[in-house]
């Protein structure tokens, strides 16, 4: 299905996990409650009825502070209409004080973590030109990058591991792709040597003796049957 309009948020990424996805929650709330952007009820087979969502997809995109700036001016010159979350509303814990928090700060000096947009897409894309798509994940060398940059790719290297890199792998390892979706799978972190030496033997796997760490994709044959 086609849609005239597009539904954006943008996230500051240096935020924690628990304030994104606070701001998120409160940011399309506003254009639920204001652009007519909810669908139907929800009816199961048993004939139990869950409230609506969303009529169309909503992207979210990661932002640094600086482009969150950036945003928030193109969208202001284009007159279009936006919710905002400030760092301030993280300290505030009803509406009349979230509305009080942002009455009290100049535009631009808002200290803006979050926005979220509907428009047409003529409109929308300019706007948020330069920015990834949501999640951000920082590499090990501290630089951002986003699910859309993992790619499937194959290559060697045998450097030792900075510290802290083996849970970004298992990022990876879980976002990778399983053929006809079979779960529940498996990963385990193998980086003892003798280990290693011995899942070499393995047909094409002589490479892993050297290999500073070893990431073992193992799936339940009988927990997903063929």
């Excluded at 936006?82 to 009290?104: G, S």
């Excluded at 973590?113 to 409109?123: N, P, Y």
């Excluded at 194959?154 to 792709?177: A, E, I, N, W």
């Excluded at 500073?212 to 799936?219: F, K, R």
Aim: proline share 4%; hydrophobic share 35%.
């Amino acid at each position: 299905m086609e849609f005239d309009t597009k539904i954006v948020e943008i996230i500051r990424d240096d935020l924690a996990t628990w304030k994104k996805l606070n701001v998120v929650a409160f940011k399309v709330s506003g254009l639920a409650g204001t652009e007519q952007i909810v669908g139907d009820n929800y009816v199961d087979a048993s004939g139990n009825v869950y409230l609506p969502m969303s009529r169309q997809p909503i992207l979210v995109f990661g932002a640094t502070r600086e482009q969150m700036r950036e945003v928030y001016d193109r969208a202001m010159k284009r007159n279009m209409h936006f919710t905002i979350y400030t760092e301030e509303l993280f300290k505030t814990y009803n509406d009349d004080d979230n509305r009080a928090a942002v009455a009290a700060v100049n535009s631009e000096n808002l200290n803006l973590v979050g926005m979220a947009i509907r428009s047409t897409k003529r409109q929308i894309d300019p706007v948020v030109k330069g920015l990834k798509l949501h999640p951000l994940r920082r590499k090990c060398d501290g630089s951002l990058r986003s699910d859309a940059e993992v790619q499937v790719c194959s290559y060697l290297r045998f450097d030792p591991h900075p510290k802290g890199c083996h849970g970004q792998g298992l990022g990876d390892s879980m976002v990778s792709t399983s053929a006809n979706n079979h779960q529940p799978w498996y990963f385990i972190i193998v980086t003892d040597p003798e280990k290693r030496k011995a899942l070499s033997k393995g047909l094409y796997a002589k490479f892993l003796h050297d290999a500073p760490t070893v990431v073992l994709a193992c799936g339940d044959e009988k927990a997903s049957p063929k």
